[in-house]
Each structure stands twice: as structure tokens, then as C-alpha cells.
């Protein structure tokens, strides 16, 4: 039986594990954001080195296991340090779960803005450089204001995988919802009611992020068009 007085007993440290999932998946996807919009300008950029760079770094991260990842960024890069350089350095989980989960971010997202600018018409793009405009300023001022608004959604989405993925950095020990109900189940050498707990705030968390980011949509019209 689920005995959910204990779990509200801790429910504090759960809570806690709750905001550190939050912090990694906002900092993971500031970083996925940035390196995302970079390489998905760069899937489709006239120079071929830096179309070339984009999509090795898109399918090397889409290829590849996010575990993988959360584990060379936490064990493999201090050692690839210390080799290169004869100094250590130390990565804490927090830091290493938010670069390894945002540069996953990025290959994803890298492709939902590549999908974004490709599906604005492309007369868009011929109508501006007719009124003379430079290829540069024709995509920050015409193409990239129109790909925003279809990315919407999707980038959404994005966010709430990483909420959720953000529980594979438990492995390292980080200090989020998933390792707080591990630690609390080995606790009590029961882990049902305490992974019952963690997912019960993961369905709230989900349910409110769902419901923000709708009213963001439907506040920039994005399901009008």
C-alpha cells in the first residue's frame, strides 16, 4: 500500500528535487535555444563549412544516447582536461546535467528552426531582396519574425521532453525530483510511494507548463494562422 502520509512527511524535499528539476530544465534550454537557432541557420546557410558543422552536430546528438552524453560531459571532459592541459577540473551534476541536456536540446531544436524558415514561402524571401534588401538583414527582418511564430509550438514541446529528460541526470548524482525519491525510498527501503510522489509532481508540472505556454500561443495568435 502507498502510504502517502510519508510521502507528505517529505514532501519538502521533494519539493526541492522539484525546483532543481525546473533550474536544469530552464538553464538546459536557454543553452538548446541559443546553440539550436545557430545550427539550424547553419542546416541551411550558403557556406558549406558551416552547413557542414551544423549537421554533424545535429546527428551526432540526435544519434547518440542522451545517457551517453550526461556521462562523457560529467566523466569524459575532466579526463580530456586533464590529459590536454595536466590540470583537473571538476564539473558539479547541476552544471554538467545543464550543458549535457541543453546541447542535446540544441540538435532538436536546431531542427525545428530549420523547419521554421523553410516553411515561410519562399516569395517571402524574393520580395525582400527585390526591395534590396541584403540577404542578412531579408532574414532577421522578414523570414526569421514569421519562422518564430510557426517554431511556437514545437519549441513547447521541447520543453516539457526536457522536464521530463531532466530525471536522467540522476545518475550523477544530481539533486533533482528523481534522485530526491530514490534517496527517500532507499530511506525507507520502500520506493513505491515515493516514485508515486515524484510522479505526481511530474504530471503537475507538466500540467502547468502545458497550460502556460497554450495561453502563450493563443496570446500570439500562433493557432490563427
Request: a positive charge.
Amino acid at each position: 500500500m502507498i502510504d502517502f502520509a510519508l510521502v507528505w512527511q517529505h514532501k519538502l524535499f521533494l519539493l526541492k528535487g522539484a525546483a532543481v528539476t525546473i533550474q536544469l530544465t530552464s538553464g538546459a534550454l536557454i543553452i538548446g535555444i541559443i546553440l539550436g537557432s545557430l545550427a539550424g541557420m547553419g542546416r541551411i546557410s550558403r557556406n558549406r563549412l558551416i552547413r557542414a558543422v551544423s549537421s554533424v552536430y545535429v546527428y551526432v546528438l540526435r544519434g547518440t544516447p542522451m545517457l551517453l552524453q550526461i556521462f562523457f560531459i560529467y566523466f569524459g571532459l575532466p579526463q580530456l582536461y586533464l590529459a590536454i592541459t595536466g590540470e583537473p577540473i571538476l564539473f558539479s551534476p547541476i552544471k554538467a546535467g545543464i550543458t549535457a541536456l541543453g546541447i542535446n536540446s540544441g540538435a532538436y531544436v536546431a531542427e525545428i528552426v530549420r523547419a521554421g524558415i523553410q516553411a515561410v514561402p519562399n516569395g517571402q524571401m524574393e520580395a525582400a531582396r527585390s526591395l534590396g534588401m541584403p540577404h542578412g538583414r531579408a532574414m532577421r527582418d522578414v523570414i526569421l519574425p514569421q519562422a518564430f511564430r510557426k517554431i511556437i509550438p514545437p519549441l513547447c514541446n521541447e520543453f516539457i521532453v526536457l522536464l521530463k529528460d531532466s530525471s536522467l541526470v540522476s545518475v550523477i548524482g544530481a539533486g533533482e525530483l528523481m534522485y530526491s525519491a530514490k534517496v527517500m525510498g532507499a530511506r525507507y527501503y520502500d520506493y513505491v510511494q515515493f516514485l508515486f510522489g515524484a510522479g505526481v509532481v511530474y504530471l503537475f508540472l507538466t500540467f502547468i507548463i502545458s497550460q502556460a505556454l497554450a495561453a502563450l500561443e493563443r496570446k500570439l495568435g500562433v493557432m490563427d494562422k
